[in-house]
Nanobody, 123 residues
Framework: VQLQASGGGLVQAGGSLRLSCAAS????????MSWFRQAPGKEREFVAG????????IYADAVNGRFIISRDRTNDRVYLQMKSLNPEDTAVYYC?????????????????WGQGTLVTVSS
């Protein structure tokens, strides 16, 4: 399975971006999908996750209320709509396919990872 993340870029504080992640084949349709991020010098951290059918979502406290995760099962895509961005959101964002149907916050619960897309928020 290959995951292709896109949509990153440079944005000013307060701005918005939408990330997209496409899976190469339909192995993600019954699995949770999530977004993680890793800032320079920091560990990879959970951002948001969505269940196999899109009916359940979870968010990190730092992004709750600002980010929305969604998925389109017909074409194996997951999205992350980000608003009210601040410099602390600067990181490489990764999409991942979970081992189970419902999302978890630990990276160990994910079996496939995308290559990442860089989000830079300027102050």
């Amino acid at each position: 399975v290959q995951l292709q993340a896109s949509g990153g870029g440079l944005v000013q504080a307060g701005g918005s971006l939408r990330l997209s992640c496409a899976a190469s084949r339909r192995t993600s349709s019954n699995n949770a999908m999530s977004w993680f991020r890793q800032a320079p010098g920091k560990e990879r951290e959970f951002v948001a996750g969505i269940s196999w059918n899109g009916g359940s979502t979870i968010y990190a406290d730092a992004v709750n209320g600002r980010f929305i995760i969604s998925r389109d099962r017909t074409n194996d895509r997951v999205y992350l709509q980000m608003k009210s961005l601040n410099p602390e959101d600067t990181a490489v964002y990764y999409c991942a396919v979970g081992r189970r149907s419902y999302p978890a916050r630990s990276p160990r619960e994910y079996q496939y990872w995308g290559q990442g897309t860089l989000v830079t928020v300027s102050s």
